[in-house]
Every structure is written in structure tokens, then in C-alpha cells.
């Protein structure tokens, strides 16, 4: 989705800049030690959205709006000029809300897929090397995070053991507490359903409104939208599946359908 929507807005794209170094500092606003070994790359921070002192807002702002340059963030964009940008990140929804509610000029798109998608798409990841996974330990390390929303969860939390098990409570947390914060109702917000766009063309044009560009090229849509991400699979079942998956057994299924349920977000489960 970043691709297709930089290419039709000739933006620049950020790949992830909110990489968190193990010294608790934004990894990218720092001129130390400027590589992603040091970062635990599943970690996520949670920031309350008017949080009054937050250590992190200058940080934030830095990768927000000031130039970047390093092999990390840029493994996404072709060299050319550009007078937009598009960040793309997979580790900012805990602190969306913060975000929109102090940067209120800034568009984000919010997107949400279907979770037994997710799960199985980084459970074929990390087989093939890509690091995903969640530690309970970043949950609790965070006492704001679990005062605020996810101490009903604990048990649960603590007792799952397997793979798909640790990364549907990971793709709930990551939409849990910003559908339980508004995130979806603030102006400069928009909720995208990630398996909606497969449905036709049409489904991008609230996106191109809402970002100011007025429509979309045919043209570049298709092309763009035909190529499998770099960063994922290449095989997509549709939304909600129940056939034969290679990475997820049933009982991982039912697995997420149940937790998906105990944190709310059934209506999730079968987006289409």
C-alpha cells in the first residue's frame, strides 16, 4: 500500500523510521551508533495522546518532518527530488493518538487487516529470517500501558506460548487501544481496511481524497497494485480464509478467533 500510494502521489517514501535503540532514544534521530543491531525491532511505545512532557515529542517531530538519510529508511525509495513524503511504519499505532492530536495537520492512514492474515503472514516471515514476534516483557515494562488498557488482559497474555499465539495478542494490542482511544473518528484520520482494496479501483478514491490529490491514475494503480510487496508474502488467501493454510494450523485459528473476541475485535476478523 505504501508503494502504490507513494508512486500515485510522488512522494518520497520513509521505510519505518521508529526504530526504538535499546537506550530508550529513536534510532534515527541520533548520530550514535546509527544501525538497527541495537534496536529490539518488537518493540513497541506506548505514549499517552496528550501526555504533557513526553521525552519523546522532539524526537518525533525530527522524523516527522526533517530530512533522513540512512540505508534503513531508504530501502524503499528510488533516488529523484521530491516535495512529498510518505511514512510508513508498522510500530507507531500505540502512539497514533498522540501524534494526531498534536500534529493535527498531518494525514495518517490508519490500516487494519484481517488478523488471521497477519498472523499467518509473519509466522512465514520469521521462517524465512524476518524477526517477528512479541515479548510480554515490552508490555510490562510500561506501566502507563498497562494501567491504561491492558491489565483485564494479563492472564491471557502471560499464558500464550506459541508463535501465532504471541502475535495475535501483538495484532491486538496494535488495534485495540487506538479504536478504544477514537483514533478512527479525529478529522485528520483515516481508517483503511486493508482487504477492502483488493475489491476494485474504486476503493482507493476516499484514500486520494483524503490525501488532497483528487483522484488516481488508472494507469499506475494497476501497474503498482499487481506487484507483491517486497516485504511480505507473495501468496494472499482472501480475507477471513478457512482453507488449508501452510503456517496455521486449526487450533491456531480458533486460537486467534477467540482472543480476537475477548479484546472486541470480531468485527475484524472477516473484513472483505
Same mark, same amino acid.
Given at each position: 500500500?505504501?508503494?502504490?500510494?507513494?508512486?500515485?502521489?510522488?512522494?518520497?517514501?520513509?521505510?519505518?523510521?521508529?526504530?526504538?535503540?535499546?537506550?530508550?532514544?529513536?534510532?534515527?534521530?541520533?548520530?550514535?551508533?546509527?544501525?538497527? $543491531?541495537?534496536?529490539?525491532?518488537?518493540?513497541?511505545?506506548?505514549?499517552?495522546?496528550?501526555?504533557?512532557?513526553?521525552?519523546?515529542?522532539?524526537?518525533?517531530?525530527?522524523?516527522?518532518? =526533517?530530512?533522513?538519510?540512512?540505508?534503513?529508511?531508504?530501502?524503499?525509495?528510488? @533516488?529523484?527530488?521530491?516535495?512529498?513524503?510518505?511514512?510508513?511504519? !508498522?510500530?507507531?499505532?500505540?502512539?497514533?493518538?498522540?501524534?494526531?492530536?498534536?500534529?493535527?495537520?498531518?494525514?495518517?492512514? *490508519?490500516?487494519?487487516?484481517?488478523?488471521?492474515?497477519?498472523?499467518?503472514?509473519?509466522? $512465514?516471515?520469521?521462517?524465512?529470517?524476518?524477526?517477528?514476534? *512479541?515479548? !510480554?516483557?515490552?508490555?510490562?515494562?510500561?506501566?502507563?500501558?498497562? @494501567?491504561?488498557?491492558?491489565?483485564?488482559?494479563?492472564?491471557?497474555?502471560?499464558?500464550?506460548?506459541?508463535?501465532?499465539?504471541?502475535?495475535?495478542?501483538? *495484532?491486538?494490542?496494535?488495534?485495540? !487501544?487506538?479504536? =478504544?482511544?477514537?483514533? $478512527?473518528?479525529?478529522?485528520?484520520?483515516?481508517?483503511?481496511?486493508?482487504?477492502?482494496?483488493?475489491?476494485?479501483?474504486?476503493? *482507493?478514491?476516499?484514500?486520494?481524497?483524503?490525501?488532497?490529490?483528487?483522484?488516481?491514475?488508472?494507469? !499506475?494503480?494497476?501497474?503498482?497494485?499487481?506487484?507483491?510487496? =517486497?516485504?511480505?508474502?507473495?501468496?494472499?488467501?482472501?480475507?477471513?480464509?478457512?482453507?488449508?493454510?501452510?503456517?496455521?494450523?486449526?487450533?491456531?485459528?480458533?486460537?486467534?478467533?477467540?482472543?480476537?473476541?475477548?479484546?472486541?475485535?470480531?468485527?475484524?476478523?472477516?473484513?472483505?
Amino acid at each position: 500500500m505504501a508503494d502504490v500510494i507513494s508512486k500515485m502521489t510522488r512522494a518520497r517514501q520513509i521505510f519505518e523510521p521508529f526504530l526504538l535503540h535499546r537506550a530508550g532514544y529513536f534510532l534515527f534521530t541520533a548520530h550514535r551508533d546509527p544501525t538497527e $543491531a541495537n534496536c529490539d525491532l518488537n518493540y513497541e511505545l506506548y505514549i499517552r495522546p496528550e501526555s504533557p512532557s513526553c521525552r519523546y515529542k522532539d524526537q518525533i517531530a525530527d522524523i516527522l518532518f =526533517k530530512p533522513h538519510r540512512n540505508s534503513w529508511c531508504d530501502k524503499m525509495c528510488r @533516488h529523484g527530488i521530491y516535495r512529498k513524503r510518505l511514512i510508513k511504519d !508498522i510500530r507507531a499505532n500505540l502512539f497514533m493518538a498522540y501524534i494526531a492530536h498534536n500534529w493535527p495537520s498531518l494525514k495518517i492512514l *490508519w490500516v487494519v487487516r484481517n488478523p488471521v492474515d497477519v498472523v499467518e503472514s509473519q509466522v $512465514a516471515m520469521r521462517k524465512v529470517g524476518y524477526p517477528f514476534d *512479541w515479548n !510480554i516483557g515490552h508490555i510490562k515494562s510500561q506501566p502507563e500501558l498497562l @494501567h491504561d488498557w491492558l491489565s483485564p488482559f494479563l492472564p491471557e497474555m502471560e499464558a500464550a506460548k506459541s508463535l501465532p499465539e504471541r502475535l495475535c495478542h501483538k *495484532w491486538c494490542i496494535e488495534n485495540f !487501544i487506538p479504536f =478504544k482511544q477514537g483514533v $478512527a473518528s479525529r478529522p485528520n484520520v483515516l481508517l483503511v481496511r486493508y482487504d477492502n482494496l483488493v475489491a476494485g479501483p474504486q476503493q *482507493w478514491e476516499p484514500i486520494m481524497r483524503f490525501l488532497g490529490c483528487g483522484g488516481y491514475d488508472a494507469g !499506475i494503480l494497476g501497474r503498482e497494485t499487481a506487484k507483491p510487496s =517486497k516485504v511480505s508474502r507473495k501468496v494472499v488467501l482472501g480475507p477471513g480464509s478457512r482453507q488449508e493454510r501452510k503456517h496455521l494450523c486449526p487450533e491456531d485459528m480458533d486460537y486467534i478467533e477467540r482472543t480476537v473476541r475477548l479484546y472486541g475485535l470480531d468485527g475484524l476478523l472477516s473484513t472483505a
